[in-house]
T-cell receptor
Framework: GNSVTQMEGPVTLSEEAFLTINCTYTATGYPSLFWYVQYPGEGLQLLLKATKADDKGSNKGFEATYRKETTSFHLEKGSVQVSDSAVYFCALNPPAGTALIFGKGTTLSVSS | DVKVTQSSRYLVKRTGEKVFLECVQDMDHENMFWYRQDPGLGLRLIYFSYDVKMKEKGDIPEGYSVSREKKERFSLILESASTNQTSMYLC??????????FGQGTRLTVV
């Protein structure tokens, strides 16, 4: 079946540290992949996406590359800020599906 | 800007009450979804709808029903609220295989 596994949190970093949040997936065919972010008390917002192998999605300093060979879509940022503190969700769209499938979320806490 | 509006940010209901959560979109998207979000469990799909009056069960439909009488509105109904339905409820919309857009969420507490 289709599933998303992302690293458990919480992840605690100091400002300007490098961030990696791992995400791997299981899917038939070639799904589209997404990262969503949820700030405290809010709904989810799309952070970035990639629709085919080797695509790199980027936004607000965050990047993720669609790696078919390792079935991964790891989220990275070179220098985190306190304002990046949030919950991050990796998600996939199954090729024949309608609903996105989400990972369990990773909480990031950045301190100054 | 895409707008997905959920009728309440916070709701407190009593056990056994019938509860309605409303979601309205302004984008004319075909697909609408209801998820619940719980710590450690992520987002779990309750129901979705791909057209007016059409619905499909998600992963955890028990204890819930839905209604979509108009394209822009998708309602989640808790027939008889129970304490284990205390959760954050998120509505989302989607057109085809593009990204989904979410409402701000409704935090429901059942006492």
């Amino acid at each position: 079946g289709n599933s998303v596994t992302q690293m458990e949190g919480p992840v605690t970093l100091s400002e300007e540290a490098f961030l990696t949040i791992n995400c791997t997936y299981t899917a038939t065919g070639y799904p589209s992949l997404f990262w969503y972010v949820q700030y405290p008390g809010e709904g989810l917002q799309l952070l970035l996406k990639a629709t085919k192998a080797d695509d790199k999605g980027s936004n607000k300093g965050f990047e993720a590359t669609y790696r078919k060979e390792t079935t991964s879509f790891h989220l990275e940022k070179g220098s985190v800020q306190v304002s990046d503190s949030a919950v991050y969700f990796c998600a996939l769209n199954p090729p024949a599906g309608t609903a996105l499938i989400f990972g369990k979320g990773t909480t990031l806490s950045v301190s100054s | 800007d895409v707008k997905v509006t959920q009728s309440s940010r916070y709701l407190v209901k009593r056990t056994g009450e019938k509860v309605f959560l409303e979601c309205v979109q302004d984008m004319d998207h075909e697909n609408m979804f209801w998820y619940r979000q719980d710590p450690g469990l992520g987002l779990r799909l309750i129901y979705f709808s791909y057209d007016v009056k059409m619905k499909e069960k998600g992963d955890i439909p028990e204890g819930y029903s839905v209604s979509r009488e108009k394209k822009e509105r998708f309602s989640l109904i808790l027939e008889s609220a129970s304490t284990n339905q205390t959760s954050m409820y998120l509505c989302a919309i989607r057109q085809g295989v593009t990204e989904a857009f979410f409402g701000q969420g409704t935090r429901l507490t059942v006492v």
